[in-house]
């Protein structure tokens, strides 16, 4: 049996993460009728890895608790936020706090956002637009979240909603970790050695999700040294984060895991090889969840010498604790 070796340091941040999030989703009572939506999955799952920086915009703003209930409304080529009842405007005071309250993020160093699902304040995406006629639309998003993904546009930013489905659960809290990794990557005096490195640790990662988006950003770092620290900065960010939203489907991660086996051709037993083979095929067809082939690349990467691999943010790109991977 080879001797079991020390793995390299993967790139890894400290805990926990800061997350901006809607208020009313950690318990707070500020909703229109003073209630709250408690996401037990937030305030209890997620407590040990990130710390929360909440905002209710329509409370913060002044509207105060109990408000009335305010929706979006379409009409003159423009969607305003109304007071359902009174039809009273209060688009241009949430619209003047959003562009304060963002501004006043950016300190903050926030590495993603959680926002309330449906809210004409904080939804992200097809939140109703109701028209003169009455009839309602879902294509609509809140003044405070267009705010929010104008100011910062690679920030990881999901609704409360759509992480009871497993995958974006998954990929939302991959691209977390992720996001706090490149920040911390680009804080200070960083080098263009850095960069290679970090670029090298998240190989299997982007290759799970683009392969054309890394030879892309492969490109871009080969030219570090001659593009602006500004720019290339910027840039890297942008395709990065961009190569992550992207879905990885079972067929491309099968495929990095082909490429891991191949790591171990000489160094396992045939049997060994053929358990390895027959588990990410399983996987492929979907009998079994991505943690079981992990979990075995995991344990030949940690007992042979395939150092390469070993510093893979691929292997563990959130803590294993959580469990992402026993679902996708
Ligand atoms: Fe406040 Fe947003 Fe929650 Fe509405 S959805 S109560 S505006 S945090």
Not at 58 to 85: H, N, T, Y
Not at 97 to 125: H, I, N
Request: proline residues 6%.
């Amino acid at each position: 049996m080879s001797p079991r070796v020390a793995a390299p340091e993967r790139p890894s941040v400290p805990l926990p993460i800061r997350l901006g999030v809607s208020s009313c989703l950690l318990g707070q009572e500020v909703r229109y009728d003073g209630g709250h939506k408690r996401d037990r999955y937030l305030t209890d799952d997620l407590a040990d890895y990130f710390e929360w920086v909440p905002v209710c915009p329509e409370l913060e703003a002044g509207m105060g608790v109990p408000r009335p209930a305010l929706r979006l409304q379409s009409g003159s080529g423009e969607v305003r936020l109304v007071e359902i009842k009174s039809g009273a405007d209060r688009t241009d005071e949430l619209e003047r706090f959003s562009a304060k309250r963002v501004r006043a993020l950016r300190g903050l160093s926030l590495c993603g956002y959680l926002l309330k699902k449906d809210s004409p304040s904080c939804g992200w995406t097809r939140v109703k637009v109701w028209n003169p006629k009455g009839m309602a639309e879902r294509k609509g998003q809140g003044l405070f979240a267009r705010a929010l993904c104008e100011a910062f546009p690679g920030l990881p930013v999901e609704e409360e909603g759509r992480l009871r489905d497993a995958a974006l659960r998954e990929n939302f809290i991959e691209r977390v970790f992720a996001y706090a990794r490149l920040k911390q990557l680009f804080t200070g005096r960083w080098t263009a050695g850095r960069v290679v490195a970090f670029h090298t640790a998240h190989k299997l990662q982007l290759m799970a999700h683009s392969p054309a988006a890394y030879r892309t950003l492969g490109a871009l770092v080969a030219e570090v040294a001659k593009t602006s620290r500004a720019e290339f900065r910027d840039q890297y960010e942008h395709l990065f984060m961009e190569a992550l939203e992207k879905r990885a489907t079972r067929g491309r991660n099968a495929n990095v895991l082909n490429h891991c086996a191949g790591y171990f051709k000489k160094r396992i037993d045939p049997d060994a090889r053929a358990e390895l083979a027959d588990l990410v095929e399983e996987y492929r067809q979907g009998f079994v969840p991505l943690v079981v082939p992990i979990t075995l690349i995991r344990h030949h990467a940690r007992m042979h010498d395939t150092a390469y691999l070993a510093g893979q943010t691929y292997l563990e790109p959130h803590p294993k604790e959580l469990m992402l991977r026993n679902h996708v």
